[in-house]
């Protein structure tokens, strides 16, 4: 695996390496140790996928309160979507700010998104499910977000026609969060 620091600190994107021959591929997606040696948690205890019927669907922008703060490792296995991650660290020079990319099924990228983060993601095609690991498991009453089309934040999704459930509009805006 290829770990690439991203601008936001403690996250990373993961880039499959692999071993192609005439039956397909074979590749690691996770190894404990080589998250361990780079201080990265290697305990991820929950899995978890979502399904999304159509292209433009919005899940988002989503975190748990402390004392549940998650670690995620996402990856498209699917389809595609523009993956967005928000730094909610309020002692970070990167507080506040919006991080994207396309992950998909033909790219095999994962993004590892650090405890103290929002999450949330766009579809860019029809039938398309994304894969989680996280750490620790989810907890209900820890569940918040923000709106994913807060202008404070300014994410540029890529599709303008979107769909997103009555839940994630009726969101705070991020500067509401406490």
């Given at each position: ?10 996250a ?6 692999p ?6 591929f074979?590749a ?25 019927r ?23 296995t ?14 970070s ?19 590892y ?22 750490s ?38 991020f500067?509401?969060l406490?």
């Open positions: 695996m290829k770990f690439t620091p991203l601008a936001f600190e403690g990373f994107r993961i880039q499959i390496e071993i192609v021959d005439g039956r397909g074979f690691r997606r996770f190894c404990a140790e080589e998250f361990r040696v780079r201080g990265l948690e290697d305990n991820l205890i929950q899995r978890s996928v979502s399904f999304n159509h292209t433009g669907t919005i899940r988002g922008m989503h975190f748990q309160a402390v004392p549940h703060l998650e670690t995620k490792l996402v990856r498209c699917r389809g595609a979507v523009f993956d967005v991650m928000v730094d909610l660290r309020k002692d020079s990167s507080y506040g700010k919006w991080y994207g990319e396309v992950l998909s099924a033909d790219n095999m990228l994962m993004l998104i650090p405890r103290g983060f929002a999450h949330g993601f766009q579809t860019l095609a029809d039938d398309t499910e994304v894969d989680y690991e996280i620790p498991a989810y907890v209900l009453e820890s569940a918040r977000g923000f709106r994913f089309d807060d202008p404070s934040v300014g994410i540029d999704w890529p599709i303008a026609n979107v769909i997103v459930s009555d839940r994630d509009k009726s969101l705070p805006m500067l509401e406490k």
